[in-house]
């Protein structure tokens, strides 16, 4: 294996699902939880009741090896772009499928200008599956009043900084900012909030988090990618005592994951 092979195999769990469960497996013994994303390239090759039918057999296949965490998705995997309501269908066989073996599926977020409409769609299907989780990003404006709407529902969030730029203007894009953003919409969770994740890799945040944590406990889990500062989350999942549950994407073309998510050979990691 050259050095660049080397440096792709840190941030991706595998070229197959096959080799990403056992990557999971090897970390479920550590006690880390583990969420498998295929990445997008690689789904643009099936049609989508081809993944429908790959995401039900990963769901099988987790269960059947007794893997701990779930399943990471966008809306537009599932086709939520041309048809939404087809799209939310597909994804309620998804989840019925993960939860035969009680394992959740998280909605990531996307582009702003879906953000809305995920977001219902999300609302919807909450009232009938109280595990499925959605993505909220803090560098947006709308956060804090969705995040509000989420928690009134009673629903699960994974709070991030967020990856996509909004062509609209009304998105920070000063990092202090935007790390502000994030540690007031945390705020809130903590204070009204009950089940969540803390998705970053941020110290300041980690930090704050844990004091929170340690304050006012919550069901909540740290998420981090795979790759990036593992030395922290030994640490907080072995010394604070925090859950701590990896993102695990897998495929042969990572290569628009790394443009979106600033990773890849030659990166800075600064996620």
């Avoid at 789904?43 to 090896?65: F, H, I, N, P, T």
């Avoid at 769609?121 to 804090?144: C, E, G, M, W």
């Avoid at 890799?201 to 980690?206: A, C, F, G, P, Y």
């Avoid at 030395?231 to 925090?242: A, P, S, V």
Wanted: proline share 4%; hydrophobic share 40%.
């Amino acid at each position: 294996m050259d050095e660049q092979s080397r440096d792709v195999s840190r941030y991706i769990a595998g070229t197959d699902a096959t080799q990403a469960l056992e990557r999971a497996r090897l970390l479920n013994k550590e006690g880390i939880g583990t969420l498998l994303v295929p990445l997008e390239c690689d789904l643009a090759r099936e049609s989508y009741e081809e993944r429908v039918e790959s995401l039900r057999d990963m769901a099988r296949q987790m269960g059947m090896k007794m893997i701990r965490g779930g399943i990471s998705l966008r809306l537009s995997d599932l086709g939520f772009l041309e048809d939404r309501e087809k799209a939310v269908d597909r994804l309620v066989t998804v989840i019925r499928a993960a939860e035969e073996y009680a394992l959740a599926i998280w909605i990531d977020m996307e582009h702003p200008e879906v953000v809305g409409d995920t977001l219902e769609a999300y609302l919807v299907l909450r009232k009938k599956f109280p595990h499925l989780s959605i993505t909220l990003q803090s560098r947006l404006d709308r956060t804090s009043a969705d995040l509000r709407r989420v928690i009134g529902a009673r629903g699960r969030v994974r709070l991030v900084k967020g990856e996509y730029a909004d062509p609209s203007g009304k998105a920070a894009t000063d990092p202090d900012e935007i790390r502000r953003r994030y540690l007031a919409d945390m705020e809130l969770l903590f204070s009204e909030g009950a089940m969540f994740a803390i998705a970053t890799h941020d110290e300041i945040i980690l930090e704050g988090a844990s004091r929170l944590q340690r304050n006012h406990p919550r069901m909540m889990e740290f998420q981090m990618y795979m790759g990036v500062r593992e030395d922290r989350i030994r640490t907080l999942l072995f010394e604070g005592g925090f859950p701590v549950t990896l993102y695990l994407p897998f495929g042969v073309s990572p290569h628009r994951y790394f443009r979106r998510t600033g990773l890849g050979p030659g990166s800075a990691e600064k996620v």
